[in-house]
């Protein structure tokens, strides 16, 4: 038995932590339920997780701090769709630019393993340990491994509260923008991205020594997280804490031991765990009945870590909880209690120095709750809960409190005016600081370092002092619901504006095309120029009439356009943001894209209202200005994407425009005259699928392309003279569609025959290797915006990408490291090896196999399968039996994409040398395949979607279509079938032959046919009848016992 040591000795000689000081701390962990260390491997006094022992920390198997040991931003790594939260994971960081499969759009996270796991472990946990503040911006910053990283943030949640973490010589803030927290240095421009998140962040809280902070989410996969905020690394990690629906309220108590919850589901849950063991349990819970209104804030008692208030807007809830569980009263108030008007709850605290508890109200109101029965903090809780109840109502002030909290002697409240006030423990006026230009608070967090003391000089005014007596207190953060961030010194009575961001959503986002500068701008009318080199702000203009929609810089640089929601249109100067001329307003709705042509002649427009408006530079007394050309209402439904680009043989402009509509429209500038807009073509590009974006695509080959991306997860190149469909390309798989394509512009260094391509789907940011081939290890994404992605831009050199998070208000900055993708696409392998991989078995399993059977079948079809004479074994087909082994092998494309299918082998060749092609080989076969089927093949979802288009309620309300609306449908819709076609297919698909049998299709008797049609088909098809019995295809148990119950 090893002999006993002072557990504290180590924290005494740094700190000169008194004897008794050291023996209450270690009871403090033997009262959390921790076992006393041994030894003295036990941390300095106020490093390590509260409550634990250093074996549990370093060998939990639940937290995620061996994620980031090595490198400075391995913590900050964006959490990749399908990759799961953070785990217990090797040392080394995971790569980011992970593998991604098309057919499940999720990705699959590189780990690697090695018997030097533990020991890197250990490693990282001593760098919990050992942290100290400040230190998370001394390490040199390191390149990311990933192909796109995390660089800046621009914004944040101003529904949520930023807190104080550093004060003085480093001033450092903490603050949530979308899903990731930001520790922000102000003073040093620094900042520092705590990520795991997959959610928007819903709650975040800091412990009272800015130690722990714990972040949690709402929606699916919804995590906790504790966050060591010395070193950036994440200690804890709770998963599935409430799976409902999240989190909506967080909170830490005053030992940072214990951790409460409440969760966002209709029906919510109180949770406390002791965050520091390693269970994924809490220690009690219990669920709150709906008639108690949705409980958003939550605080422990600082007296007493076994007390908790929560409260909604309409009701206050008290809890005790120990081993007898969580209890909970929640006790009644209304107007007719005090004959007074209450208002809604803002937020509760616990008195200072009594069991008293205040809330906040909108009326201006402090409740005074008191205990009807006294209880005294122990180990031993009593069983039963103690009862609360309003003892007073207190009119502070007539405007609506929105902040209450206490710190040390003070009962501190922030209002809707912009007013601070510290009152004492009986509620009297101590002070009040405000500004003129401080708006409706929504927090107030408190620096860590005590004031100086007061000086003899220091000048109170009586118009803000209650006695005109010096008042000294800590200096502290604001924040206001404006989204504004101050710093207020209190000796001073000094208010620093530290942030001011976009109160309401960032729509637009555009990149200068030859200097370091990015233009964002917001639905409040905010336009700020940032210079995102030197992270700073250069020039602001708001504009009060209408909301930004979009923003565009001309190729020169000297003009900014920007389009608003009222359908006006402002052209800029660059730099200083003044109106160049005076604005139009010919747009018959909300703006929603805007672009010049390569030569700066050329603005155009796309509104809401579907139509396109083009503008010209025109000399007009001398001088040069912008006016009105022509306007169209050119698509009827919403229009994706504007693009200009250059004639191939002149350097004249060309327009086209791309709508939901699936119209693709080429615009005559040249012929244009006054409001009159010439149409050259139009082309209707995609037959069921909806195109999304559009882009030119890099001169990769002699022929000029046009590349869209469409909702069906296809990418797709188009002959740029004759609109034609030379490739159709499987694209990036993430979960949804791309949203905005930008080809990155070309550095010096990179390799001519080789482009990027970055994009946004719905939520994440990523990029593309060019030339594009369905590989999907030249692909990468990474989660920017959960709510939804608004816009892209990338820098002149390609560096850097930028993105808006629309509702979020937050704009991002994201890296460029173009190696990391090239080398996750070399892992992934050359040639067919990406491909096989896509195949259900992949290159040994039995789809494969098939695939080679029938592809030899359909060389002995092509040669005739009655001869007899010796056959040659080829490695191709005939280019006219692709049809055939592609519906053998269960895909089924329309009559148009078969002869797009054909068109792509055929003319593959031909504008190199001149010849067409008429054989395919079977990897070629392999990849036109997996390009062309669908990326997550059939699903019921779509079949009965289609049957909610063009079926009708029947008496048991089902969707269903007549059995005659069905075959007249299938003979005079769509892609047509004539009757004796129909005839032979449902004769075949029915397994029944009228006529004399046989196996060929050629022998049937179509004679039956009618009475087959009436014999085995219902009057009324439902979906799941469609599919199962007419077609043969598989349904899930419970869609088999619905079609049971209907015929």
């Known amino acids: 038995m090893l002999p006993r040591q002072d557990p504290l000795a180590p924290a005494k000689e740094r700190e000169g932590l008194p004897e008794d000081a050291a023996k209450e701390r270690e009871g403090a962990l033997e009262d959390a339920g921790a076992d006393a260390p041994l030894g003295p491997l036990w941390p300095p006094s106020g490093v390590g997780i509260p ?27 964006s959490r990749l769709e399908g990759a799961g939260p953070p785990r217990p994971l090797p040392a080394l960081p995971e790569p980011k630019g992970a593998i991604s499969s098309p057919r499940s759009g999720r990705r699959e996270q590189e780990t690697q393993q090695g018997c030097g796991e533990d020991n890197q472990r250990d490693a990282s946990a001593s760098l919990v340990w050992t942290a100290t503040p ?61 990520q795991g998140h997959m959610n928007v962040i819903s709650c975040l809280c800091v412990s009272e020594d800015r130690r722990w902070v714990a972040t949690a989410d709402r929606g699916p996969d919804a995590l906790i997280i504790v966050w060591d905020s010395y070193s950036g690394i994440p200690v804890r990690t709770i998963f599935e804490s409430h799976p409902e629906e999240g989190v909506s309220a967080v909170a830490l108590s005053q030992d940072a031991k214990y951790l409460a919850t409440i969760s966002a589901g209709a029906v919510q849950r109180v949770c406390v765990w002791k965050w520091t063991l390693p269970t994924e349990k809490p220690v009690c819970s219990t669920e709150l009945r709906p008639e108690f209104g949705y409980q958003e804030y939550l605080i422990f008692n600082p007296q007493n870590p076994y007390e908790l208030v929560s409260n909604s807007k309409t009701q206050v809830i008290f809890y005790l909880w120990g081993d007898a569980g969580l209890q909970y009263e929640a006790p009644p108030l209304s107007s007719q209690t005090f004959k007074s008007v209450v208002g809604h709850f803002s937020q509760s605290v616990f008195h200072f120095n009594n069991s008293q508890a205040l809330t906040g109200t909108s009326a201006g109101k402090l409740v005074v709750w008191d205990a009807v029965s006294r209880h005294t903090p ?127 959503a960032v729509n637009a986002v555009a990149c200068h095309p030859r200097q370091a500068l990015v233009a964002v701008g917001s639905h409040c009318g905010l336009l700020k120029v940032w210079d995102y080199q030197e992270a700073k702000y250069l020039v602001s203009r708001i504009f009060t009439e209408a909301s930004i929609r979009c923003l565009s810089y001309d190729p020169e640089g000297y003009f900014l356009a920007a389009g608003f929601t009222d359908g006006s249109v402002y052209i800029l100067d660059a730099i200083s943001l003044q109106s160049s001329c005076k604005e139009f307003k010919f747009s018959r709705g909300p703006v929603t894209h805007i672009s010049f042509s390569h030569d700066s002649e050329y603005l155009a427009t796309a509104d809401e209202k579907y139509s396109v408006t083009v503008y010209k530079r025109a000399l007009q007394n001398g001088g040069r200005c912008w006016e009105h050309l022509a306007g169209l209402h050119s698509h009827y439904k919403s229009i994706r994407s504007i693009l200009f680009g250059v004639q191939l043989d002149s350097n004249q402009p060309r327009l086209l425009s791309l709508g939901e509509d699936r119209q693709l429209v080429e615009y005559d500038l040249k012929s244009s005259s006054k409001d009159h807009l010439v149409v050259l073509h139009r082309d209707r590009i995609e037959q069921v699928a909806v195109p999304l ?4 695509y890099p001169q990769l080959s002699t022929e000029s392309f046009i590349l869209t991306a469409n909702n069906c997860y296809k990418m797709k190149l188009y002959n740029t003279t004759i609109k034609m469909c030379r490739k159709t390309l499987l694209g990036p798989t993430y979960g949804s569609p791309l949203e905005k394509i930008q080809i990155l512009p070309t550095t010096s260094t990179v390799d001519p025959q080789k482009r990027y391509l970055a994009y946004i789907t719905k939520d994440k940011v990523g990029l593309q290797i060019l030339p594009a081939d369905g590989n999907p290890h030249k692909s990468s994404a990474f989660i920017c915006h959960p709510d939804g992605a608004s816009d892209l831009a990338s820098s002149y050199d390609g560096r850097y990408i930028f993105t808006a998070g629309g509702d979020d208000c937050t704009f991002m900055k994201w890296e460029v490291n173009l190696n990391a993708l090239d080398a996750a696409a070399s892992l992934g392998g050359e040639d067919l090896i990406p491909f096989y991989s896509l195949l259900d078995g992949g290159r040994e399993g039995k789809f494969f196999r098939e695939l080679e ?195």
């Open 378 to 504: 122990s180990k031993e809780l009593q069983v039963k809960l103690h009862s609360m109840k309003a003892a007073k109502l207190v009119p502070m002030e007539k405007d609506s409190l929105t902040v209450l909290t206490v710190f040390e002697s003070c009962i501190v409240t922030g209002d809707v005016k912009g007013q601070v006030k510290f009152y004492n423990g009986e509620l009297q006026l101590l002070v009040c600081l405000s500004h003129s230009t401080v708006g409706p608070i929504r927090s107030i967090s408190f620096s860590k370092t005590p004031p100086a003391p007061p000086s003899a000089s220091l000048a109170c005014s009586p118009s803000c002092t209650a006695s005109g007596q010096p008042f000294v207190v800590r200096n502290f953060i604001l924040s206001t619901s404006d989204a504004t961030v101050l710093h207020v010194a209190t000796d001073k009575m000094n208010f620093e504006k530290v942030m001011e961001e976009a109160k309401k």
């Open 693 to 696: 974006c559009l882009a030119w």
């Open 853 to 1047: 059977d029938y592809f030899y079948y359909a060389q002995l079809r092509s040669h005739g399968t009655d001869t007899l004479e010796t056959r040659q074994v080829s490695t191709h087909i005939p280019l006219e039996e692709t049809p055939s082994v592609m519906r053998a092998m269960g895909f089924y494309p329309s009559e148009e994409k078969l002869e797009e299918m054909i068109h792509e082998v055929q003319f593959s060749k031909y504008v190199d040398t001149g010849e067409e092609v008429t054989k395919i080989n079977l990897g070629d076969f392999i990849k036109l395949y997996i390009n062309h089927r669908p990326a997550f093949g059939l699903s019921m979802k779509e079949i009965r979607r289609a049957f909610q288009v063009l079926g009708y309620d029947n008496e048991n309300g089902d969707k269903v279509i007549d059995r005659g609306d069905l075959l007249s449908l299938l003979q005079c819709r769509g892609e047509p079938m004539s009757e004796d076609e129909l005839a032979q297919c449902l004769t075949i698909l029915l397994s029944k032959r009228p006529g004399a049998g046989g196996s060929e299709l050629d022998t049937y008797d179509p004679s039956g046919a009618a009475a087959l049609t009436e014999e085995d088909i219902p009057e009324e098809i439902t979906a799941e009848i469609f599919a199962a019995d007419i077609l043969g295809l598989p349904i899930a148990e419970p869609e088999k016992k619905n079609r049971k119950k209907e015929r």
């Open 134 to 194: 400040g230190m998370l911006f001394q390490k040199d910053r390191q390149t990311s491994f990933h192909p796109l990283s995390l660089s800046w943030v621009l914004g944040y949640n101003s529904n949520l509260a930023v807190h104080s973490m550093m004060d003085g010589e480093d001033r450092v803030l903490l603050y949530v923008s979308s899903h990731t927290a930001v520790i922000h240095d102000v003073l040093g421009n620094r900042q520092y991205f705590p």
């Open 51 to 77: 409550g634990t022992p250093p074996s549990t920390q370093a060998g939990r198997q639940d937290t995620a701090i061996s994620r980031t040991a090595l490198e400075e931003d391995a913590a900050g790594a």
